[in-house]
């Protein structure tokens, strides 16, 4: 007795790539719409610390993102960015920086709490 399966694998593989082809544009469902992405949160930590002084935060990256609610240390919802100088300093010469999590704006600047 043959089985004549393969003809399913080549058949199941042009569903998926019309259905990728079909959603490409679409929402993504798990993205919260209250608030911006993480990666932009990280983006807009860098670009303030540039803004406030360029030659000292030159040399910074995001080394970690973190979503923190209501009630979790602030008022209101927020990204806490941690942002340190390459090569990295084990936080010698990081700062932490929060931005409000629908929009993006500057919450505060601070040095990070070991």
Same mark, same amino acid.
């Given at each position: 007795?043959?089985?004549?399966?393969?003809?399913?694998? +080549?058949?199941?593989?042009?569903?998926?790539?019309?259905?990728?082809?079909?959603?490409?544009?679409?929402?993504? +469902?798990?993205?919260?719409?209250?608030?911006?992405?993480?990666?932009?949160?990280?983006?807009?930590?860098?670009?303030?610390?540039?803004?406030?002084?360029?030659?000292?935060?030159?040399?910074?990256?995001?080394?970690?993102?973190?979503?923190?609610?209501?009630?979790?240390?602030?008022?209101?919802?927020?990204?806490?960015?941690?942002?340190?100088?390459? +090569?990295?300093?084990?936080?010698?010469?990081?700062?932490?920086?929060?931005?409000?999590?629908?929009?993006?704006?500057?919450?505060?600047?601070?040095? +990070?709490?070991?």
């Amino acid at each position: 007795m043959r089985r004549r399966y393969w003809v399913f694998y +080549p058949l199941w593989i042009a569903i998926c790539a019309v259905l990728l082809f079909a959603l490409r544009n679409s929402d993504d +469902p798990s993205r919260r719409h209250d608030r911006i992405l993480s990666n932009e949160a990280a983006v807009r930590a860098l670009t303030v610390l540039r803004q406030i002084d360029r030659p000292r935060y030159s040399g910074y990256e995001a080394v970690h993102v973190a979503f923190a609610g209501r009630g979790e240390g602030g008022r209101a919802a927020r990204w806490v960015v941690l942002c340190d100088r390459v +090569p990295h300093t084990a936080l010698r010469d990081a700062v932490v920086v929060e931005l409000d999590a629908r929009d993006g704006t500057l919450l505060t600047i601070r040095k +990070p709490v070991r």
